[in-house]
């Protein structure tokens, strides 16, 4: 599953991306990701937002093959501030 909001002008977000593990390894991440990233075009949107749990390393790899890179937390995070600490916080320009 995975979802795309609207944070602000411009702007969308890629929510709650996850592959159930016994589904995992075979390319669907990277597909959800481009189909996201797609809609996040069509919807006119210039950057893309995501946070990621510092732990969750595989995320990360694909994210980055898909050139989103490390940024500061974003305002319309909806992440608690008592946990982002543990959060990594990522942009891609489209």
Request: with cysteine.
């Amino acid at each position: 599953m995975g979802a795309l909001r609207r944070v602000k002008e411009g702007v969308g977000e890629i929510k709650r991306m996850y592959i159930k593990p016994e589904y995992r390894g075979r390319g669907l991440g990277k597909k959800m990701l481009e189909l996201l990233l797609r809609e996040g075009k069509r919807c006119s949107f210039s950057k893309i937002y995501l946070e990621t749990g510092s732990f969750m390393t595989t995320a990360q790899r694909l994210y980055r093959a898909a050139g989103f890179h490390s940024r500061e937390v974003y305002p319309e995070t909806e992440m608690p501030p008592q946990i982002r600490h543990a959060y990594l916080f990522m942009e891609k320009v489209l």
